[in-house]
């Protein structure tokens, strides 16, 4: 359940400049060739980094398409999770399809001889918003193949830009988003709680924070570091 977590938690992550050519302000892979973000628990203790890494940024029938290398390492720098992934922006929207993280690649950082087979929407997000914008629902199912077959779900739904906001994070403090959505993760039982991420321009995601049914918050998330071409 920990690492299932953990592979949701990175595409929150992943999700969520300013040029007149840029197909979406939110699209940070044309500005930076690196982030890595650090992740806290709700005492601000270190749980660990997630650092992503731009291999190839292309355009193919009008779309610009990055591809991308996720690496994510344990508190005690043990790498949980070495995969590639593909993000695109297209008419103006930013999309990453829950499918694109390959999840089938790094089975064997979650349970060795497990197979993963994953189905998901795209999360999206369009170049213009405001508050009180509301934004589409998405949802991912999973398929664990072992010795026994687990089935997963994971519905985001209510996802609504909130506010406009400045953030203070290691890189300094930015203008952003406040965008928040519930979550409902169904692995034999439902576990529900809600994610609120704060989106800048150029940037993208620069902060995610989790909380559990009751409001509390989990974890935090924040942009640690940014690598520009």
């Known amino acids: 359940m920990k690492h299932l977590l953990t592979v949701f938690f990175i595409f929150s992550l992943i999700l969520p400049a300013q040029a007149q050519d840029m197909c979406n302000q939110f699209f940070p892979f044309e500005h930076f060739k690196s982030m890595t973000f650090k992740s806290y628990d709700s005492r601000d203790r270190y749980e660990g980094s997630q650092t992503w890494e731009v291999i190839e940024l292309k355009e193919e029938d009008g779309a610009k398409i990055a591809v991308v290398n ?51 929407d795209d999360i999206s997000l369009p170049n213009q918003i405001s508050e009180g914008t509301n934004l589409p629902d998405a949802s991912m199912d999973l398929t664990f193949k072992g010795m026994i077959t687990i089935n997963a779900n994971m519905q985001i739904t209510n996802r609504t830009v909130d506010e406009r906001t400045t953030v203070s994070i290691p890189v300094g403090d930015i203008d952003a988003w406040k965008i928040s959505y519930d979550t409902q993760v169904r692995v034999g039982i439902t ?39």
């Open 70 to 120: 996720l690496l994510v390492v344990d508190a005690d720098g043990e790498e949980l999770v070495l995969n590639e992934f593909t993000a695109r922006c297209e008419g103006g929207t930013y999309y990453l399809s829950m499918e694109a993280a390959h999840l089938s690649q790094f089975s064997e950082n979650i349970m060795e001889d497990i197979d993963i087979e994953i189905r998901g």
């Open 191 to 229: 576990v529900r709680g809600s994610v609120v991420d704060y989106v800048a321009e150029k940037y993208g995601t620069v902060r995610t924070e989790s909380y559990n049914r009751r409001g509390r918050l989990q974890s935090y998330s924040v942009l640690a570091e940014a690598v520009s071409w």
